[in-house]
């Protein structure tokens, strides 16, 4: 079956500089979920997009954006990179069943390193 | 990996034991819980769902059980073996908006020995 798709997989950065990550949603899925996780962290909500439309934002910088196209896909874009900003990125899918269980499927990551 | 354990409960066991992981959620107006299981380097992988009108849920060797009274989750894992290995986090839907904004809980690494 069809999974998540994240690009790209490893990216290694300078302080300052601005990295964009790539979701492609499983078809069918119209919601995706941003999160960043830390070594030995559990895995932090950053933001998420329903039909293109923001839904939820949690613990996502200012120097941090994303958007949801018309096929899905989200970007997230990191700007003025820090040292901290060093995690892995995980984009997570959904059908979108508001007010039901609707399981996130996860992808594999974006491993970001800041130098 | 990412979860390299320095920071996480272990819970060490023997291949073919039974392995019981806990979990303690925050918000008891949550009424839905995932556990996931994230091997090293690699994303979270869903498991087994429950909602908050169900006490207990079965899968395949897993386990779900759900205490509202004291918010506690656990996961059961039958014959556990070494494939099992990994990370397991419990995650409770959160979501102001109607849709389902997840909040991971502290993971458990589980290490089985052949």
């Known amino acids: 079956a069809a999974g998540v798709i994240q690009s790209p997989r490893h990216l290694i950065k300078e302080k300052r500089e601005t990295a964009t990550l790539k979701c492609y949603p499983i078809p069918r899925h119209d919601t995706v979920y941003w999160y960043q996780q830390g070594p030995g962290q559990d895995p932090q909500f950053l933001i998420s997009?329903?039909?293109?439309?923001?839904?939820d934002k949690g613990s996502i910088p200012d120097r941090f954006s994303a958007q949801q196209f018309s096929d899905y896909h989200s970007e997230l874009n990191m700007s003025s990179l820090e040292l901290g900003d060093s995690a892995l990125y995980f984009c997570a899918s959904s059908l979108g069943l508001a007010g039901q269980e609707d399981t996130q499927y996860f992808g594999p990551g974006t491993r970001l390193t800041v130098l | 990996g990412e979860n390299v354990g320095l920071h996480l409960p272990t819970l060490s066991v023997q291949e073919g034991d039974n392995s019981i992981i806990n979990c303690a959620y925050s918000?008891?107006?949550?009424?839905?819980f995932i556990w996931y299981k994230q091997e090293s380097g690699k994303g979270p992988q869903f498991i087994i769902d429950i909602r908050s009108n169900m006490d207990k849920r079965q899968g395949q060797r897993v386990t779900v059980l759900l205490n509202k009274t004291v918010k506690h989750l656990s996961l059961q894992i039958a014959a556990t073996q070494p494939g099992d290995s990994a990370v397991y986090f419990c995650?409770?839907?959160?979501?102001?908006?109607?849709?389902?904004?997840?909040?991971f809980g502290k993971g458990t690494m589980l290490l089985v020995s052949p």
């Open positions: 997009f329903y039909e293109k439309m923001q839904s």
């Open positions: 918000n008891s107006a949550s009424d839905y």
């Open positions: 995650a409770e839907n959160k979501g102001n908006s109607g849709y389902s904004t997840l909040t």
